[in-house]
């Protein structure tokens, strides 16, 4: 418990601590920091959980039916 402590001291006291996020992925969850200029990382790592939450809604929209082809 003190080690944990001493490393989010700092990240507290330097104002860092709203970049330490967890991964949204259903399957990983994993704690990171978004290193992005802006702090919009979603993913613990683009290649692996980005990808596959990218993959599977481009196959979600590419399966439904859009409005288009029912009439």
Known sequence: MG???SLT???GFHGTW???KICPSEHCQWAFYDHSKNRSGTWCQMAECG????A???RNRRTEPSDAAAQ
């Open 3 to 5: 080690r944990l402590l």
């Open 9 to 11: 001291a700092p990240a």
């Open 18 to 20: 709203r970049r330490l």
């Open 51 to 54: 990808n596959r939450a990218k």
């Open 56 to 58: 599977r809604a481009y």
